[in-house]
């Protein structure tokens, strides 16, 4: 079983729709990273989080340390959203080297 | 554009070969740390350096190995290259040691195909 579950795998939405990814983890970690890979390959980091939430322009990532949870919402979505979005977590059993662990990535298209 | 710059970008090579693998972080940025995504494992965790000296080590094969230049740029060496080494090889930079403090920074990656 992955450490890092992420859910769905793909998803598409219509332009404008309200979108939310979900990523479950297993054990405790240290902290959270949600990254976008875009078509051509590069990934870019969108947040990091060890508790509450974060926003950034029409994205907000929230985390619940206790329910071991963590979503990606995307608000009024746009076809240039369209990436594959990763969650990427520091497991607290890495101890000092506290390195990435990654879940599946889910695949999100936007209509137009 | 993030900073870090990868080369090269796209590399084809026979199994059995070595291949280097060129990293140039963020100006400023003392961490590199290479990831390697291929379809079946998905993003793994190969190593980091900080400063010139190994930090962490995570899924990398003994026939892969790194380093870490006096100016800060990283090269990742893979020999006696197997079909399953295809994969894209990213690097990414941070101005920390840790990737639970501060934002990381990826290159665009190396795609290496092993035929």
């Known amino acids: 079983k992955n450490e890092v579950e992420q859910s769905p795998q793909n998803l598409t939405a219509q332009e404008g729709e309200f979108i939310t990814i979900n990523c479950s983890y297993s054990?405790?970690?240290?902290?959270l990273h949600w990254l976008q890979q875009h078509p051509g390959g590069g990934i870019v980091s969108l947040f990091m989080?060890?508790?509450g939430k974060k926003k950034h322009g029409r994205l907000i990532a929230t985390i619940n340390i206790q329910e071991k949870h963590s979503s990606l919402h995307i608000t009024a979505s746009h076809p240039r959203d369209s990436a594959v979005y990763i969650c990427?977590?520091?497991?607290?059993?890495?101890?000092?080297?506290?390195?990435?662990?990654f879940g599946s990535g889910t695949q999100l298209t936007v209509l137009p | 554009d993030s900073g870090v710059t990868q080369t090269p970008k796209h590399l084809i090579t026979a199994t059995g070969q070595r291949v280097t693998l060129r990293c140039s972080p963020r100006?400023?940025?003392?961490?590199v740390y290479w990831y390697q995504q291929s379809l079946d494992q998905g993003l793994q965790f190969l190593i980091q350096?900080?400063?010139?000296?190994?930090?962490a080590k995570g899924n990398i094969l003994e026939r892969f190995s790194a380093q870490q230049f006096p100016d800060l740029h990283s090269e990742l060496n893979l020999s006696s290259l197997e079909l399953g080494d295809s994969a894209l090889y990213f690097c990414?930079?941070?101005?920390?040691?840790?990737?639970?403090?501060?934002?990381?920074?990826f290159g665009e990656g190396s795609r290496l195909t092993v035929l």
């Open positions: 990427a977590v520091i497991l607290k059993s890495s101890g000092s080297a506290r390195q990435l662990t």
């Open positions: 100006s400023g940025d003392l961490s």
């Open positions: 990414a930079s941070s101005v920390v040691g840790t990737t639970n403090t501060g934002e990381l920074f």
């Open positions: 989080l060890s508790s």
């Open positions: 350096y900080y400063n010139g000296e190994e930090r």
């Open positions: 054990v405790g970690i240290s902290a």
